[in-house]
């Protein structure tokens, strides 16, 4: 039987970050994850937006790990050469009951520490999205891009320099809890780790009860995405978002770090956890939220793009649940890092430091 300090159960940025930080702090730590490649599932199905922190309520780790984690997320690409852009956003609004929303999600982000943020008009949304047709708009100038899939390789490579060991490939089947931890079953072979990560996104709810820990639901959500024809990319210069809607942050224009043009995502709570193509909206389901935020799309100017799928931690009846970030309230070998949807790309690294300080053997 293999032995190591800590096993994190997942290999997206999560599981990923959290492992780097483990690592840095000297502890033996070693990172299991189902796919032959890391961060295959939501890590890198989403609009790779870092996000600046105002959406989420002041005092939440959403709030608090977005705004921490926006900040290390930057210096970070910056040093290890990830492809990234600040590029600023545009969150507008078209009459004056969506002015007044505008002024309380200004507020919110405050409260929660955002830096910069500003009621503009219409000669400032002008100037920066000439094609956006709206009178009034929130600018967020922390708001930014990044490339999800270099992400996950540099967390993963930063992990492993600092001393993570990564399993590719290796499916958790089965866990038995010890009086000094947890005996972890895989396909090929058994690990005892004093300490448990469950960081299985979309999967954590059912790794949690097969590592005895507390129980949860993770309500799959499908976000979908068209993209606008080559011919159209040059009317976006950034990031253009509408008013938060009840299960996302509305369907939104994301100008990626390649120069195409996403519009979406969608949401739609769905039963399976790994259903990206049944049932897709056509591409006129698009045209409308379009017509909100660019003058002059036609449907002909949009193609279907890919989807992803949310792991949330609250059913449709609901808007919104925190991040689950915590030791297990039935298995003290158990972290848990669960429900990590957006603001979870941005947060990351925070998500990662929080987690290895529950992981400490002193904690």
């Not at 929660?112 to 009621?119: A, D, R, Y």
């Not at 920066?128 to 270099?150: Q, Y």
């Not at 540099?154 to 492993?160: D, G, V």
């Not at 996104?201 to 005895?212: E, F, I, K």
């Amino acid at each position: 039987m293999e032995r190591i300090d800590v096993a994190v159960i997942g290999a997206g940025v999560t599981g990923l970050a959290s492992a780097r930080a483990i690592a840095e702090r000297g502890q033996p730590v070693c990172v299991l994850e189902r796919h032959p490649r890391p961060g295959m599932d939501t890590s890198t199905h989403n609009s790779g937006v870092i996000h600046a922190g105002m959406y989420y309520p002041a005092g939440t780790l959403k709030a608090r790990l977005c705004v921490e984690g926006r900040r290390l997320l930057y210096e970070f690409c910056a040093r290890q050469g990830v492809p990234h852009r600040k590029s600023g956003k545009l969150i507008v609004a078209h009459d004056e009951g969506e002015r007044q929303q505008l002024e309380a999600l200004k507020a919110r982000g405050d409260a929660n520490g955002v830096e910069g943020l500003e009621i503009v008009d219409r000669e400032f949304i002008a100037e920066r999205e000439p094609a956006v047709d709206a009178p009034v708009a929130l600018w967020s100038p922390e708001t930014g891009i990044v490339n999800a899939e270099e992400l996950v390789k540099a967390l993963l490579r930063s992990a492993t320099d600092a001393g993570a060991i990564f399993l590719p490939g290796t499916k958790l089947v089965g866990a038995d809890r010890q009086s000094d931890g947890m005996v972890l079953r895989t396909e090929r072979e058994q690990i005892h780790a004093r300490v448990v990560v469950n960081a299985a996104g979309l999967y954590a709810d059912d790794v949690s009860r097969m590592l005895g820990g507390e129980t949860f639901t993770i309500y799959p959500c499908r976000g979908e995405y068209v993209e606008l024809a080559p011919s159209k990319r040059s009317i976006v210069n950034g990031l253009v978002y509408p008013l938060p809607h009840q299960h996302s942050l509305g369907v939104h224009i994301v100008k990626t770090m390649n120069d195409d043009v996403w519009l979406g995502p969608t949401a739609c709570f769905q039963e399976r956890k790994d259903d990206y193509e049944s049932h897709r909206l056509p591409v006129e389901a698009f045209v409308e939220p379009a017509r909100r935020l660019l003058h002059g799309i036609t449907i002909d100017d949009m193609r279907l793009g890919g989807s992803g799928i949310r792991p949330k931690l609250h059913p449709p009846s609901e808007s919104f649940a925190d991040f689950l970030i915590r030791r297990d309230r039935e298995n003290p070998f158990v972290v848990q890092a669960a429900g990590i949807e957006s603001p979870g790309l941005t947060s990351c690294l925070a998500v990662g430091r929080l987690v290895a300080q529950l992981t400490d053997a002193g904690d």
